[in-house]
């Protein structure tokens, strides 16, 4: 799986499809009779990672030419017109709108079927589809699908299609019955979750607002997160539900992509520098604690020097918990793919590394003031670094490397003792509930 979490959601109800089917998971592409890639092409990168693991599955299938190879995706969407001439080897295609389809030719072995199923027609919500969930005590759930926003840069919306929200109810049943299951954190997803119920029927209509509140109603879910806002979309009652529920998380993921507005302007972003700064400081005022995270473009077509000084001034005025920092990748079929001004290369990667620096030392200094204090942390398992701590996640969403004893999916008090630019290091005090 490539991307980003709606994707990896999709891949859990290729797994729930699959093993519908009879089939199970296999470690070793060598032994598996069926390789599913589930792909991204929001930039260069992904499509890269993608050839490469494609170009194993080609030998693989050389060797074993009954192996069926499965392409399915937003790569696979867009470059639906010449993937079969390109890859001549893959079995089928499908993109993220014919999901619901995959088990049907699978079942029959990839042999027969059609060779590809794209479009954007009959995509269905995740919920209604046998799921095989990766975590016990975490959920994603899909509250949109597509998105009707037009930034420059993005590929999302061709291939995604138009912004389609789920009926709140269908929501709400879906979060009760994880609940019932033992989910205690869920997270709500959608390509902009702020817009999410604009193009309900009457009868249903509601926002995102309204939403939150419902699934926080629902009993035994703990913690409620949701990605991603947009910044253009954010309006008072989401504000005022996330200060209000006591199981919405005090963080928000809040893409500013460039801190000049002369590039935000010519990105389609529809909002200045000014008015996300002051979104972002009504947002720390009417939420105590609030982290912020965000996304970041540096070389966007046009952008000068002074431009990215003023994304670099963004993101210490804001102080940024977090950032995921990117260098732009033209994307074909996107309006900034042929904007004149390029910028060149060698430019775009001096200034993500000078951007990295100042987003890391406001991290850093973000991160210590938690140090002495006592995060309330939802164990996820083993420390990835060091076997004998634990890892887990504060309600502001800082991984926490831990001394303990508890279990993946308890909820314990950590005391903060130290500090990085990306995690904070502790030691377990009591378990607040098991
Ligand atoms: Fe892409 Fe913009 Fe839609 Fe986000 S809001 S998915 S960046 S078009
Ligand atoms: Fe996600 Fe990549 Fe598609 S970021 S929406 S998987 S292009």
Redesign the pocket.
């Known amino acids: 799986t490539?991307?980003?979490q709606?994707?990896a959601h999709d891949s859990e109800r290729i797994k729930g499809m699959l093993e519908e089917l009879g089939l199970g998971e296999s470690h070793e592409q060598e032994d598996a009779d069926i390789l599913v890639f589930n792909?991204?092409?929001?930039r260069e990168k992904?499509d890269q990672r993608f050839a490469a693991h494609l170009a194993q599955a080609r030998a693989l299938k050389e060797r074993d030419p009954d192996k069926v190879i499965a392409v399915g995706?937003?790569?696979a969407e867009a470059q639906r017109e010449r993937l079969f001439s390109v890859y001549p080897f893959v079995d089928v295609a499908f993109g993220?709108g014919s999901i619901p389809h995959l088990g049907d030719w699978l079942g029959a072995g990839g042999v027969g079927v059609p060779r590809g199923s794209f479009g954007l027609e009959e995509r269905e919500f995740a919920g209604r589809l046998p799921m095989h969930r990766e975590r016990r005590f975490q959920a994603w759930v899909q509250v949109s699908m597509g998105c009707n926003s037009k930034c420059a840069y993005c590929?999302?919306p061709s291939?995604?299609g138009r912004e389609q929200s789920r009926r709140p109810g269908d929501v709400v049943a879906e979060v009760t019955r994880l609940a019932h299951e033992g989910v205690r954190e869920i997270t709500l997803l959608g390509?902009n979750v702020n817009s999410y119920g604009r193009d309900l029927l009457p009868d249903v209509r509601t926002d995102f607002g309204e939403l939150l509140r419902a699934c926080d109603a629902v009993e035994g879910i703990e913690r409620i997160r949701f990605t991603s806002p947009h910044p253009k979309d954010f309006r008072a009652p989401v504000v005022a539900a996330m200060a209000e529920c006591p199981s919405v998380c005090e963080h928000t993921h809040l893409p500013l992509q460039s801190g000049s507005s002369r590039i935000l302007k010519a990105m389609r972003r529809t909002y200045s520098r000014e008015r996300f700064v002051r979104l972002a400081s009504e947002l720390r005022e009417a939420i105590a604690d609030l982290a912020l995270s965000t996304d970041l473009i540096v070389g966007f077509p046009g952008e000068t020097e002074d431009d990215f000084q003023e994304t670099v001034e963004a993101v210490k005025e804001v102080g940024f918990d977090s950032a995921f920092t990117f260098v732009f990748s033209p994307r074909n079929g996107t309006e900034a793919a042929t904007m004149a001004d390029q910028v060149p290369e060698d430019v775009k990667r001096d200034r993500i590394e000078r951007l990295i620096d100042v987003v890391q030392g406001v991290a850093h200094e973000r991160n210590l003031r938690r140090v002495g204090g006592v995060e309330e942390v939802l164990v996820e398992g083993p420390s990835r670094t060091d076997p004998t701590l634990l890892r887990g996640r504060t309600r502001r969403n800082t991984t926490v490397n831990f001394a303990g004893t508890a279990a993946a999916g308890d909820l314990v008090d950590v005391a903060i003792e130290g500090a990085t630019s990306t995690t904070l290091r502790g030691s377990q005090l009591a378990a607040v509930a098991a």
């Open positions: 490539f991307g980003c709606m994707n792909t991204c092409t929001i992904p995706g937003c790569y993220p590929i999302v291939v995604r390509q």
